[in-house]
């Protein structure tokens, strides 16, 4: 039962923030994403890890919780030397009035008298009363000091309340008023602190039957913070900005829609790309962010070798043939209905960007001047 110092926290959450992006490497990386939105839920825009605190919290609160309510010597002892009051947000029925708190339990109307009357409740003596112990002393409550007459009215108001209610010789049930069953949660507990966050909920990527892997950069991108050279430059980064596919500044719009490239592979845009899933592909919605993302990894890994290897892109061909590796390796997390209609896709986009590099090259198109062209088998390119 002991509350971590924030230094604490801070010292654990370094640690974990450099293992996220770093693993166990010693060269350091960058940060793409702040750690408190990482740390919010993936309802909230973030990817669900749970903040250290948060948790220390939802754990104090169950023990408190079980102290409470439960019986046991190690809850008599701390009873008799610290407990002077009552679980927040714990609902109570009012029976025989012996478990509700008179003046910190939202017994009556719904509302604590604590927050409803604060100046009775830092006047009265008798701060963790029970209902019970009100009822059989008559009303008679003390006071530090003689009520002026609006006080003594509002005294007066809550106890014709008070007696107004109907009181039965029973256990008063406790229950936790964050879950609906009533029972208590850690879960409840950190989702109630956590119920400030704001962020966008990305469903269609963490629905999507992709690797974990891939799902975290098509994050990424919706977050506009993978390492685009517009980015780079934000950080200070010295070198050209320009895309490596053509000589306009790179940013991820660009790069993955904009580009001449991009528009090859899409088909002239994003939009074209959309018409034709939905006409060839009816009610495949579940494999449209499937094959988006196939698309968007390869020309990443693609701008990735002509940035840091120098090896540059001689066909749009050449992205569309991995994106298709990648699909045909990714088909087997669906079931077999879906897999061979993937598959068949993958084979008739195959076979059309096959016959476009022949026609070009039986038309005598130029090439761009790089490396050695390149056997490019679907097997090869799925490890990438």
């Known amino acids: 039962m002991y509350l971590l110092p924030k230094t604490v926290t801070d010292k654990l959450d370094k640690q974990r923030r450099t293992f996220f992006w770093q693993g166990n490497g010693l060269k350091r990386k960058y940060h793409l994403v702040k750690w408190e939105t990482i740390c919010q839920s993936k309802e909230k825009g973030g990817l669900g890890i749970k903040g250290i605190r948060r948790m220390n919290i939802g754990l104090l609160c169950k023990w408190w919780w079980k102290l409470d309510n439960e019986k046991g010597l190690w809850q008599d002892i701390v009873k008799a030397k610290y407990f002077r009051g009552g679980v927040l947000r714990r609902k109570v029925k009012v029976n025989n009035g012996k478990k509700a708190l008179f003046w910190e339990d939202p017994w009556l109307n719904d509302k604590p008298l604590c927050t409803t009357a604060p100046v009775l409740y830092d006047l009265c003596n008798e701060k963790f009363i029970t209902v019970y112990q009100v009822l059989s002393a008559s009303g008679q409550l003390t006071f530090r000091h003689w009520l002026p007459p609006i006080l003594f009215e509002m005294c007066m108001k809550i106890l014709e309340d008070v007696y107004s209610n109907d009181f039965d010789n029973v256990a008063d049930p406790v229950t936790w008023k964050w879950c609906k069953d009533g029972s208590f949660s850690t879960k409840s507990v950190y989702n109630h602190l956590a119920s400030g966050d704001v962020g966008v909920k990305f469903t269609h990527i963490w629905k999507a039957k992709l690797p974990y892997k891939i799902k975290i950069f098509c994050w990424l991108v919706e977050e506009g913070a993978i390492l685009t050279k517009d980015n780079m430059v934000k950080r200070n980064w ?10 306009e500044s790179e940013t991820i719009n660009h790069l993955f829609f904009q580009c001449a490239v991009a528009k090859v592979i899409w ?8 018409s034709w899933m939905s006409t060839w592909l009816p009610g495949g919605s579940p494999v449209y962010i499937f094959c988006l993302a196939a698309v968007c990894w390869a020309i990443w890994k693609r701008r990735n070798k002509a940035c840091f290897e120098n090896k540059k892109l001689k066909h749009p061909a050449e992205i569309i043939i991995h994106a298709c590796a990648l699909m045909s390796y990714w088909a087997g997390l669906y079931g077999a209905e879906m897999q061979s209609k993937i598959m068949e896709g993958v084979k008739t986009v195959l076979l059309g960007a096959v016959y476009v590099v022949n026609l070009e090259a039986r038309l005598g198109s130029p090439k761009t001047a790089g490396d050695s062209d390149p056997e490019y088998s679907t097997s090869e390119a799925a490890t990438d």
């Open 238 to 247: 010295p070198g050209d900005p320009t895309c490596c596919f053509c000589h």
């Open 267 to 274: 088909g002239i845009d994003i939009q074209q790309y959309r």
